[in-house]
């Protein structure tokens, strides 16, 4: 399936191990004061989060679709509550983040969010990258479950026409998922969200595997083995 972008892994934790994550996450969150439906750099704020995204659980997923090398670059959380009930159009995700800018071919538009430099890579780069998906709550149309056009991916970055052209031509899937499940997905893949209908919480960590290191002297942020 991931032939297509994506695919779902159902079960891959149970109840009491979402609900532990859940907590932890909480506790980050009014750690930092924060209240909105996203945080950033969680693999530093939460070491659970951490040691999951470097575990055999979800390691031999992403690697048999990157092999054994893989390991994960960042983690962010996405939530919607009544407070947070965002939404995003078609979009890739085509941003990476590293140690710090450093200058050198194919990488463009360095940024800083949350302190940490994001710059948009080769397309290469994103072409041996991943993200697992990892539902904390049951997720569907009605709160704003994940949607996607499958097989986008395969003609690289797109620019403003060739996404017109897939959300018109591609018929949308609706990634709705259990608590437990994970959804991988390439990051080129076109996807959306939309504001919940019913809003309550979707909490979501959104890990991202690379496949080994960047060129020409660019460094990820989190980098293997850390």
Partial sequence: ??????????????????????????????????????LRN?????????????????????????????FPVRALLFDKTPAANWSLGWHQDLAIAVKERHDAPGFSGWSVKAGVTHVLPPTAVLEQMLAARLHLDDCDASNGALRVLPGSHREGRLEDAAVTRWSTAVSAVTCA????DVLLLRPLLLHSSAQAATPRHRRVIHIEYAAGPLPDGVEWFEPPGL
């Fill in 1 to 38: 399936m991931l032939d297509h972008g994506y695919t779902m892994i159902p079960d891959v934790l149970d109840a009491d191990e979402c609900q532990n994550l859940t907590a932890a996450i909480a506790a980050a969150v009014a750690g930092s004061g924060g209240s909105s439906g996203n």
């Fill in 177 to 180: 998922a259990r608590r437990g």
């Fill in 42 to 70: 969680l693999m530093h704020a939460v070491p659970a989060v951490r040691d999951l995204a470097r575990s055999d659980r979800l390691l031999q997923h992403v690697a048999a679709f990157l092999g054994r090398g893989a």
